[in-house]
């Protein structure tokens, strides 16, 4: 259930400014590309550093980053990753809370981010302040927030999660007879409500690019490609949800594409994602679900604003100044960093990560 349905419109408002503030990658030739990422691997050797990408960067963020030793991953194999890497530097190119949270896992590494000022739209939707006011009204309950939060958020937490481990976590509390406070996605809370059965009470959060895919235009693309298999997102509308063949995190949508037999694919999430899917399955075909009508003029259209704010220009001067580094007040790391490795301990040992 939900105390409200909808976002306090100031926080909204920061949002819809926040986009618009939201600077793209420049646009590159071809020589420059090049130059540019030759002097990027010299400076990672040089910096003993590793580059850990998301999924939904940009192609040449993404490739690099598999090709100089780092990883392309979720919020939380990111994370992980970084922490069991030996390199000295991590270099997050994501959006901020993946940073805060590489940091919060590795507090003696340094943590960079080419655009240290790349937010996420579920992050700003969840203040601290606003959401330990939430939490004081449902004493009796067990705080779960979703990763794309602040360490701030993170610290008035239980526990923290991921569209991989959600399921799994939810139906573990609730087998200890344990009421659930979630924050911030309420599409992913519903989800998980109807999927698990737990019934939770839920803070009313989206994210821009999720909560733009539309029902109707989509089940107009199904009719025209019959034969497409759609994979869906569940950060995404309940009616969006409900037409899905396959519904779960980033890796369960790749994992979808390579393999199962179907050779076209309707993803229902942002289409960084399309780099990895191709990668893996060259002979697949993907077509992006529809974030516009003739009625709605889309925002992210399918990519989020501040992913689309890493480049190899910020990523190379990144590496250059040793800046901008991400830090975490140690008092908030201390808090922040408790549901993050109760989350990894029960991941590991119901065989959801290494």
Known sequence: MSETTQLAPELQARIDRLVAQATPAPML?????????????????????????????????????????????????????GARSEAEVLVVCGVRFMGE???????????????????????????????????????????VVYANTSAEVKALADWTVTSGNALHIARHLAERGEKILWAPDRHLGRWIERETGVEMTLWPGHCIVHDEFMAFELEKLRQRYPDAKVLVHPESPENVVEMADVV?????????????????????????IFYKMQQLAPEKELIAAPTGSRERQCQSCAHCPWMAMNSLVNLRDALRNMAPEVHVDPAVRERAVRPIQRMLAFSREAGLIR
């Open 29 to 81: 030739s071809r020589a420059e590309k090049a130059a540019l990422e030759e002097e990027i691997r010299t400076l990672l050797k040089a910096r003993n550093a590793v580059l850990v990408a998301h999924y939904y960067v940009d192609d040449a963020l993404q490739r690099l980053a598999e090709e100089t030793g780092g990883i392309v991953a979720d919020s939380l194999e990111m994370a992980s990753f």
């Open 101 to 143: 949270t590489a940091k919060l896992l590795s507090p003696e590494k340094t943590v960079l981010m080419p655009a240290l000022e790349a937010t996420c739209s579920l992050d700003v939707s969840c203040p601290p302040e606003a959401f330990a006011e939430f939490i004081a009204r449902h004493p009796d309950h067990t705080v």
């Open 248 to 272: 779960g995190s980033t890796k369960v949508l790749i994992n979808a594409v390579q393999t199962l037999p179907d050779r076209r694919f309707i993803v229902a999430t942002d289409y960084g």
